[in-house]
T-cell receptor
Framework: KAGVTQTPRYLIKTRGQQVTLSCSPI?????VSWYQQTPGQGLQFLFE???????NKGNFPGRFSGRQFSNSRSEMNVSTLELGDSALYLC??????????????FGPGTRLTVL | AQSVTQLDSQVPVFEEAPVELRCNYS??????LFWYVQYPNQGLQLLLK??????LVESINGFEAEFNKSQTSFHLRKPSVHISDTAEYFC???????????FGKGTRLHILP
């Protein structure tokens, strides 16, 4: 089975722009979670989608949004980029919800740099 | 609310020496416990997990972790580390019946030659 894929792998944007990141989960997985990873804050939960519905949301401003399509692929969007949004954005998929005994399978991440 | 504490942000250890990475969680309700590993420039991958049964769980590469309910801990150990174990290790917890998983801030393991 193919693993979780994320595109693009690297992205450079300037302040004020917006960006869309994509995540394709493992085939058959219905849950997709997004995390922001920075050296100072570690791994912070952004949101989780399950069967096209947002199930959970972390403490991030409304500039961060996401969606999930019927094939379970997910996108996250960040509008009005700020310097502090520079981070590694990780996507993870699991068969059921993230908060269960299921293993989460992570993609390699998208490294976003905001100049 | 559940929280996870990894007290050590970095742990240096000599090759072939033993290591323990500490993890404590806040809630005493029934939990699922996980250790994930992130090698340089890669995503996280599951190292081992505790769901129920024996409190000692092992991974295929020699790591083990012991669930201690009274101390709300799930420390990760390896009796002899190798240079290839250089990575960042994340402890994670999920409460029964909750649909969230909470990660610790990670511990970076440095293997010294």
């Amino acid at each position: 089975k193919a693993g979780v894929t994320q595109t693009p792998r690297y992205l450079i944007k300037t302040r004020g722009q917006q960006v869309t990141l994509s995540c394709s989960p493992i085939s058959g997985h219905r849950s997709v979670s997004w995390y922001q990873q920075t050296p100072g804050q570690g791994l912070q939960f952004l949101f989780e989608y399950f069967s096209e519905t947002q199930r959970n949301k972390g403490n991030f401003p409304g500039r961060f949004s996401g969606r999930q399509f019927s094939n379970s692929r997910s996108e996250m969007n960040v509008s009005t980029l700020e310097l502090g949004d520079s981070a590694l954005y990780l996507c993870a998929s699991s068969q059921t919800t993230s908060g269960s005994s299921d293993t989460q399978y992570f993609g390699p991440g998208t490294r976003l740099t905001v100049l | 609310a559940q929280s996870v504490t990894q007290l050590d942000s970095q742990v240096p250890v000599f090759e072939e020496a033993p290591v323990e990475l500490r993890c404590n969680y806040s809630s005493s309700v029934s939990v699922y416990l996980f250790w994930y590993v992130q090698y340089p420039n890669q995503g996280l991958q599951l190292l081992l997990k505790y769901l129920s049964g024996s409190t000692l769980v092992e991974s295929i590469n020699g790591f083990e972790a012991e669930f201690n309910k009274s101390q709300t801990s799930f420390h990760l150990r390896k009796p002899s580390v190798h240079i290839s174990d250089t990575a960042e290790y994340f402890c994670a917890v999920s409460d029964f019946g909750d649909d969230k998983i909470i990660f610790g801030k990670g511990t970076r393991l440095h293997i010294l030659p």
